[in-house]
C-alpha cells in the first residue's frame, strides 16, 4: 500500500508540476495567426484605427516586420491568406488587403506583400469573396465578385492560377478559415460570412466571454453571402457568435 501511495503521490506532483503558462502577452488585443515557410508559426496584429500599419511575430514573440498599407479615405481593412510561398517563389510575406465601405457598398481585394508593394490589385465590386482551391499540392485563388447593373446583381467568378503552395505543416484548408470576420477587431460593424443557403433562415448568436448571451438576430441566406452586425452599443471585450453550428469569435475596442 505504502508503495502504491507513492506512485500516486509521484503522478499527482507531476501533474501539478505540468500547468500551462503565459509566454506572452500583446497589446493591445487581436493578434491573428498562420503557418509559415520560412519562420514557421508567426502571430500577426493589424491596426487600421489610427496608423494602418501590419505587425508579424515570429513563434518567440519577436518583432520581424512592419508593414504600412495605403488603406483608402473611409474604408475599412481587414486581412486574408497571409503566407510566403503561396502567392510568389521568393521569402517574402504576402497578404490579400480587404477594403471594405458602406456608403455606397463597396468592397476592394489587393494583393500586397511585406514590403507593402502592390502585387496584384483585383478591383472593386459591390462584394467580393476570396476563396481557396486545393488539388493536391497545386492551388488556385476564385475571386467571387457581384456587381449591381441597374437593378440587377450580376455575379462572376475569377480563377487565379497560383505559383506555390501552403507549408505542409498546414494539414486542412477550408472556408472559415479563409472568411473570417472583419474588421477584426471592430469598434462599430461586424462582417460575418454568410454560409445559408438563398432562402433559408437561422438565429446569430452573440455571447460574451463569460457565455452570456448578449445579442440575437434573425438572418437568412442572400446573394451577397454576409450579415452586417452593428457593434457600436458592444461593451469593449471578446465575443463569439454562432449559428447553424458554425462558430467564431471577434474582438469588440
Known sequence: M?????????????ILNAQINLEHTFTPMGVSWFISDVHGLMYYSCDTT????????DDNYSLL??????KPAGYSM??????????????LLEFICVFTKYS???YQLKLFNENGILIKDFGSAYFMNPYLIENGNTYKLLIRKYIVSGSSVIGSDEIYS???????????????????????????????????SNGTTAI???????????????????????????TVNYTPGLYYYEYNGISNKFIVK
Not at 65 to 70: E, F, L, P, R, Y
Not at 210 to 224: A, F, H, R
Open 2 to 14: 505504502k508503495k502504491i501511495a507513492f506512485i500516486i503521490s509521484i503522478l499527482f506532483s507531476t
Open 50 to 57: 489610427s496608423v494602418n500599419q501590419l505587425k508579424f511575430y
Open 65 to 70: 516586420k512592419t508593414v504600412s498599407i495605403n
Open 78 to 91: 481587414g486581412i486574408l491568406l497571409p503566407s510566403d510561398k503561396l502567392f510568389n517563389s521568393d521569402n
Open 104 to 106: 455606397p457598398q463597396d
Open 162 to 196: 497560383l505559383p506555390g503552395s501552403l507549408p505542409n505543416k498546414v494539414s486542412e484548408i477550408n472556408s472559415s478559415n479563409l472568411l473570417n470576420p472583419f474588421p477584426n477587431p471592430t469598434n462599430d460593424f461586424l462582417i460575418i460570412p454568410n454560409t445559408l
Open 204 to 230: 446569430l448568436k452573440i455571447y460574451n466571454q463569460q457565455g452570456q448571451l448578449v445579442d440575437k438576430k434573425n438572418i437568412q441566406g442572400s446573394y451577397t453571402n454576409e450579415i452586417r452586425l452593428n
